[in-house]
C-alpha cells in the first residue's frame, strides 16, 4: 500500500509550505529561453549558486546558439569548467545549439516532447523550462523534489518518473509550477539529505518519514 496522504491533506501541505516561502521561484538566473536552458543542462550535480556565478560571465558574451558555436567543445569546456562534467555538458551545449538551429530556428521549442530531442535534456530539465521560460504547468522532479516528496508522503515512488506521476495526480494542475519551488526551497532550507532539520519544520504532522523516525526512537 501506497504511503501517500490524502488530496486533503496535501492541499494542507502545499498552503504550508506558501505560507513558508511567499517568494518560492527559479534561483538559476536567466532572462529568456535559451538561457534558461544552457544554465538548467550546467545545473547538473552543481548548485544553482555556482552556475549563476558561471552564467553571469558567459551570457554576457554568448546571447544565441550561434555565438556558442564558434567555441570547441574544449573552449567552452574552460569557461564552465567549474561547474563540474564540464567536458559531457559542453559537448551537450554545443550539440543543442546544433539541433536547435537545424530543427527550431534557433529558438528554444515550447513543448516536453520537443525539448527532450535535444542532447544533455532529460524530463527534468525539460520541464524546468516549461514550467519558468513558457508558464507551462510542469513539476520539474530533481534531488530535492524526489526526496522531499516522498518523504512527506506526497508521493510514494522509487523513481523520479513514477514520482512525477504521482505528483501530478495529486496535486492541482495550476499548482504544479509553483509546488515545484516550494518543494525545492524546503530541501534546500529543512528537509535536507543527510540531517532534516524535523525540529524546525511545520510539516511532521502529516510527514510520513518523521512519524517512522519519531517511532524508531
Excluded at 1 to 24: C, G, N, Q, R, S
Excluded at 160 to 170: Q, R
Aim: glycine share 4%; with cysteine; proline share 4%.
Amino acid at each position: 500500500m501506497k504511503k501517500i496522504l490524502t488530496k486533503e491533506e496535501i492541499k494542507e501541505v502545499i498552503d504550508i509550505l506558501m505560507e513558508l516561502y511567499p517568494d518560492a521561484k527559479a534561483e538559476l538566473n536567466y532572462s529568456n529561453p535559451f538561457e534558461l536552458l544552457v544554465a538548467t543542462i550546467l545545473s547538473a550535480q552543481c548548485t544553482d549558486v555556482q552556475v549563476n556565478k558561471t552564467t553571469e560571465k558567459l551570457f554576457k558574451e554568448f546571447k544565441t546558439p550561434e555565438d556558442y558555436l564558434k567555441l570547441t567543445e574544449e573552449e567552452l569546456g574552460q569557461k564552465i569548467r567549474s561547474c563540474g562534467f564540464y567536458k559531457t555538458k559542453s559537448k551537450n551545449i554545443l550539440a543543442t545549439c546544433r539541433l536547435l538551429i537545424e530543427k527550431f530556428n534557433g529558438e528554444v521549442p515550447g513543448t516536453l516532447e520537443e525539448l527532450i530531442t535535444l542532447p544533455g535534456v532529460g524530463r527534468k530539465t525539460a520541464n524546468v523550462v516549461l514550467s519558468n521560460a513558457f508558464s507551462k504547468p510542469a513539476i520539474a522532479v530533481g534531488t530535492h523534489v524526489f526526496r522531499v516528496s516522498n518523504r512527506i508522503g506526497l508521493a510514494d515512488s522509487k523513481n523520479v518518473l513514477d514520482t512525477e506521476k504521482d505528483l501530478m495526480d495529486n496535486i492541482d494542475k495550476e499548482m504544479w509550477s509553483k509546488a515545484h519551488h516550494l518543494l525545492i526551497f524546503h530541501g534546500r532550507r529543512i528537509c535536507k539529505a543527510r540531517r532534516p532539520l524535523c525540529d524546525k519544520c511545520p510539516l511532521t504532522d502529516y510527514c510520513f518519514y518523521y512519524r517512522e523516525e519519531v517511532n524508531k526512537e
